[in-house]
């Protein structure tokens, strides 16, 4: 049989993306899109058996571009989030779409847990202080994190892992999630935001979730750590409540516009941790999730059933011979 037809768009070098696919073998042809636009991507759609996503989402499926790939069989997601693509719109194609959930769930709770214990702690403006000549021993109003109440939003592998970091802190941890889960601390959503002291955002971005969370309406003095999709929270409230003191902080790996612009104002606020949208790239996440991504691949070529899918397609990636007259 012919090798499948796989169409690579991370945002890699092609020399870099053909090694780390080296494993698949003579089983696929790799091929990258010409030029890394939306020209490019449905250009090179018509022949793609399968995808391997983009993780920064600038190259997406939604529905006008599954219905430029007639021989579609497989979208292997190398990342937790979906966002861009029409799974609506893959699943009345028969295609399956994977993720790759839980590579990043350990990498992402640290950072939340580390970003919000720079926040309690001051560690910023002690730093800068120090290294401006000052020496305020006094000033810096740091917090202790045990003993406060922490909110977590979502409850996927990465919301799990950070209730039980937090609570190992001495925290008194609940979570909100839209699914009903039998673990103890579920809280119902406004509850949890108006009343934690740290409010942990880590649900996938989805136009259920997009502007969830108001920053406005959380407690006053409350840190907010978003390591989940800049759109999950209103990021125009956010400024607002920064801006007027409502806030007592916020870490932030995560925004609106990826790279962040440079006149955002997020850049000139105090009490703002600001992170590359890093918070799951450690070189243990990027072990897993290649593992992931390419058992996913190989099971597919083997016609073993696939983990992971997210819109309800069989999981047995079967090919497609679109150009062949119907029978």
Same mark, same amino acid.
């Given at each position: ?6 169409l690579?768009l991370p945002?890699?070098?092609e ?29 090179a ?21 599954v ?13 937790v ?5 029409d799974?609506?719109?893959?699943a ?5 779409l ?7 769930a ?12 720079s926040?309690?702690r &001051? %560690? $910023?403006? /002690?730093?800068?202080a ?7 021993q006094?000033?810096?109003?740091? *917090?202790? !994190? ?5 909110g977590?939003?979502g ?18 941890v609940?979570?909100?999630t ?7 601390g579920r809280?119902?959503l406004?509850t949890?935001?108006?009343?934690s ?17 108001d ?6 003095g409350?840190?907010?750590v978003?390591?989940?999709?800049g ?12 801006r007027?003191? &409502? %806030? $007592?902080? /916020?870490?932030l790996?995560v925004f609106?516009?990826e790279?962040l ?5 997020? *850049?000139? !606020?105090?009490?703002v ?7 799951g790239?450690?070189p ?9 991504t390419l058992?996913n ?30 029978i």
């Amino acid at each position: 049989m012919s090798p499948w037809n796989l169409l690579a768009l991370p945002p890699l070098p092609e020399e870099a993306t053909r090694h780390l696919l080296a494993p698949l073998g003579d089983r696929v042809e790799v091929r990258v899109p010409a030029t890394r636009d939306r020209a490019g991507l449905l250009a090179a759609l018509p022949e793609a058996e399968i995808v391997l996503g983009d993780w920064t989402s600038t190259l997406v499926l939604d529905a006008e571009a599954v219905k430029h790939a007639p021989a579609l069989a497989f979208v292997q997601q190398p990342s937790v989030g979906v966002d861009g693509h029409d799974l609506a719109a893959l699943a009345e194609a028969g295609v399956p779409l994977a993720n790759t959930p839980g590579v990043s769930a350990v990498a992402v709770s640290e950072w939340c847990l580390a970003a919000t214990l720079s926040l309690s702690r &001051r %560690l $910023g403006a /002690a730093d800068a202080a120090v290294r401006a000549g000052e020496w305020p021993q006094q000033g810096l109003r740091p *917090r202790e !994190l045990s003993g406060r109440r922490v909110g977590v939003v979502g409850y996927g592998p990465i919301g799990e892992n950070c209730v039980r970091l937090f609570r190992a802190l001495g925290c008194e941890v609940s979570y909100w999630t839209r699914t009903p889960r039998q673990a103890p601390g579920r809280a119902d959503l406004e509850t949890l935001v108006s009343t934690s002291d740290v409010l942990v955002v880590v649900i996938a971005l989805s136009e259920e979730t997009r502007g969830l969370i108001d920053p406005r309406r959380m407690k006053p003095g409350a840190l907010l750590v978003n390591a989940a999709r800049g759109g999950v929270v209103d990021q125009a409230a956010l400024v607002a409540a920064l801006r007027d003191g &409502r %806030l $007592g902080g /916020a870490a932030l790996d995560v925004f609106d516009t990826e790279p962040l612009p440079a006149d955002d104002p997020l *850049r000139d !606020l105090p009490d703002v941790l600001l992170s590359p949208h890093a918070a799951g790239v450690t070189p243990e996440a990027t072990t897993r999730l290649l593992t992931a991504t390419l058992d996913n691949l190989t099971a597919a070529l083997e016609g073993r059933e696939v983990q992971a899918v997210l819109n309800g397609v069989s999981p047995t990636v079967r090919r497609r011979f679109p150009d062949l007259p119907a029978i």
